[in-house]
């Protein structure tokens, strides 16, 4: 099974390229403006995941340990890419009024 979770923490300077993971890692930054980088790789344990790391190119020693549930649901939050469908918050808007319908039947 593979179920092994591993939380890499990495530096990255602000607009260098990210590292070409696989689709099913996530990767993001906690601080957008920040230079500190967080990648969970599925299915790896450490020796894998820096391997994995080295071959997408990454030259800062990154901080690993297992990854945990709380991890996913974070970076899963901040993994997201901007969508006009989704607020600020997160959260999906309220769909507005079936198209056709009047302004004074709203």
Known sequence: MDDE???????????????????TD??????????????LLYGTGEADARAALARAGLRSPARLRP?????????????LPASPTVDR??????PGPPAGVPAAAR
Do not use: K, N, Q, S
């Open 26 to 39: 996530l990767l993001y930054r906690p601080d957008p403006a920040g230079a500190e980088m967080v990648a």
């Open 89 to 94: 918050r997160g959260a999906a808007p309220l």
């Open 5 to 23: 979770l591993t939380h890499a923490t990495f530096t990255l300077a602000p607009g260098a390229p990210r590292p070409a993971l696989r689709r």
């Open 67 to 79: 990854g945990t549930g709380e991890d996913l649901l974070l970076a899963a939050g901040h993994a």
